[in-house]
């Protein structure tokens, strides 16, 4: 996220997150339907993009703390 104002860094970081849950429920969802494992790829697919989401933030924070 080098070049970006603070602004950009925390929309860019926003939409790191939303993009990461969101697409592991979508993965999740789709795998499910394909294999017929209802719920329980959606909460994998839950789960594993809430842990890409914190490790966004833990890289943000990362990035933030040399920059200080």
């Known amino acids: 996220?080098?070049?970006?104002?603070?602004?950009?860094?925390?929309?860019?970081?926003?939409?790191?997150?939303?993009?990461?849950?969101?697409?592991?429920?979508?993965?999740?969802?789709?795998?499910?339907?394909?294999f017929g494992t209802s719920p329980w790829l959606t909460l994998f697919?839950?789960?594993?993009?809430t842990l890409v989401a914190g490790r966004c933030i833990w890289r943000a924070a990362q990035e933030a703390a040399k920059e200080d």
Do not use: K, P, Q, T
């Open 1 to 34: 996220m080098a070049g970006l104002g603070s602004g950009g860094r925390a929309s860019a970081l926003g939409i790191e997150i939303g993009v990461a849950i969101v697409g592991g429920l979508v993965a999740g969802y789709w795998a499910d339907g394909r």
């Open 45 to 49: 697919g839950f789960g594993f993009g």
